[in-house]
């Protein structure tokens, strides 16, 4: 096989590349011809039926009619068998025969190397312990990277062609969704984080009892609450503008932004129902209760910054994906806390004025000492108390660092992975800007397209060395791929 690279073994230790297979060189009838990728590689019979569980050793067993089964394709005379596989991942597949030991080389894609070694049906057990603490931790970066892909595809650009009126359904959707697309839409972002701040501001005034400072302003009410309306009309209004837009309604309700949106409104009308359904009656003061719960559903309006702010939605995307991590960190709390509490409550009941009179409330005061708070209405008055207090403490810290390092690590890849996309659609959309004319070529105040560019390719190198920096410095150099 001419232009070819080629392995011709004259042992069972060793192979030799070199780049044609010479004249002559006839493999013996106990030894399969192995080409795979266009590479060819030579293993005994008695090798490969050394592991009669893999794709090869039931090749070396199974009959000439179900050899096409496990190849692509076979050369009976010559006892050569084709498979479209990658060459340089089967050079450890094959080690794997001669050593049983199945070592992972830092260049390799861990994903793709799965897919192989499943492929020839060897296991991820097979991996030595040299190797397989680096691969694992490597893989599980790699499956993050693509659950973060896969979250930032999920908020993919609106296609308006085909629907009713695209060009104003896709005017109002750049304004309201796509703040880098124009100076208007900036002015619109910026209008919206004013509302969200304002009716904050407006739920504190309101919590003060400053409506008679005040005063009245119009038939409608006070100040504060005409500001509420305000800002109240300018969140609905941007969500069914929002909903009249879209095209798959379906996606667009599940979408967990949208929901943020509608929880930041619907408790206003929810409460303007009830306090007119329930006017004068003997159920008021109850209504008032509801009401009340209500309005503090208002403080997630403060979630609605998530649309303009990277690291609120860096933060929310590690959350998701730190689930594992979290419940563990609960788990772990939840045991020393009960461990804790129990013992301290066996030790201090018995004493004059103590004040762990229940289990619940030693619970209290190992919750404050494991996460460190320490309000010190709960405290231990003999020694041994005190001794197991300190332990207390000390479990909580080193329970609470556990996971730190890796909510950190994935908060900074979700932080730089969204920065990354967040430049790639400024680059884009000047590419459609230059496209269209709307930008100049190059002459007075105009710009050029190859340093439009060249400024987008450089800001994305940027990001992805700052990407790079962090995890090696978080993890060792052995954790970037």
Avoid at 111 to 118: G, Y
Avoid at 211 to 234: Q, R
Wanted: glycine fraction near 8%; proline fraction near 3%.
């Amino acid at each position: 096989m001419a232009g070819s690279e080629v392995a011709c073994s004259t042992s069972l230790g060793s192979s030799v590349f070199y780049s044609d297979l010479p004249t002559g060189c006839t493999p013996p009838v106990d030894v399969l011809v192995l080409n795979v990728g266009g590479s060819l590689f030579q293993l005994s019979q008695e090798l490969l039926a050394s592991h009669p569980q893999t794709r090869l050793g039931k090749l070396a067993r199974c009959s000439p009619d179900s050899v096409l089964e496990l190849c692509d394709d076979a050369d009976f005379l010559q006892n050569e068998f084709f498979f479209d596989r990658s060459s340089q991942t089967f050079r450890y597949v094959e080690n794997f025969y001669r050593t049983g030991h199945l070592h992972v080389m830092e260049d390799l894609c861990e994903i793709s190397f799965l897919q192989e070694i499943q492929y020839w049906g060897l296991d991820e057990l097979c991996i030595p312990p040299c190797c397989r603490e680096r691969y694992y931790r490597r893989k599980e970066q790699r499956e993050s990277l693509d659950e973060r892909r896969g979250l930032a595809d999920d908020d993919q650009e609106e296609d308006f062609v085909g629907a009713a009126c695209p060009a104003l359904r896709q005017c109002l959707w750049d304004l309201l969704e796509r703040p880098e697309s124009s100076c208007a839409a900036r002015a619109v972002g910026s209008l919206s984080m004013f509302f969200v701040v304002l009716s904050v501001i407006n739920m504190v005034l309101i919590s003060l009892d400053l409506g008679e400072d005040l005063g009245e302003w119009g038939p409608g009410g006070g100040l504060l609450d005409v500001l509420e309306y305000v800002c109240v009309v300018w969140f609905t209004g941007e969500l069914l503008l929002r909903f009249l837009c879209v095209r798959d309604k379906c996606r667009f309700g599940r979408s967990i932004p949208n929901l943020i949106d509608l929880l930041a409104v619907l408790p206003f009308y929810v409460t303007l129902a009830v306090e007119s359904l329930h006017t004068g009656t003997t159920d008021l003061e109850n209504m008032g209760r509801v009401v009340q719960v209500l309005r503090l559903l208002r403080s997630l309006r403060m979630l609605k910054l998530g649309r303009h702010s990277t690291g609120l939605r860096s933060l929310g995307m590690t959350i998701a994906q730190c689930y594992e991590e979290v419940g563990l960190l609960l788990l772990f709390l939840c045991v020393g806390i009960s461990i804790f509490a129990t013992v301290a409550f066996a030790l201090e009941h018995d004493l004059p004025a103590t004040t762990f009179t229940s289990v619940p409330t030693a619970w209290w005061w190992a919750t404050t000492s494991m996460t460190t708070v320490g309000y010190g209405d709960i405290r231990p008055d003999t020694m041994v108390g005190k001794v197991l207090a300190f332990f207390c403490i000390l479990s909580g810290i080193l329970i609470l660092a556990l996971p730190i390092a890796i909510i950190n690590d994935r908060f900074s890849a979700c932080y730089f992975t969204l920065k990354i996309r967040e430049a790639a659609l400024r680059h884009g959309e000047m590419l459609k800007r230059l496209a269209r004319g709307s930008v100049g070529d190059g002459g007075a105040g105009g710009v050029n397209l190859r340093d439009a560019y060249a400024r987008s390719v450089l800001e994305m190198l940027r990001l992805k060395g700052r990407e790079r920096t962090s995890t090696r410095s978080s993890g060792g150099d052995d954790l970037w791929w």
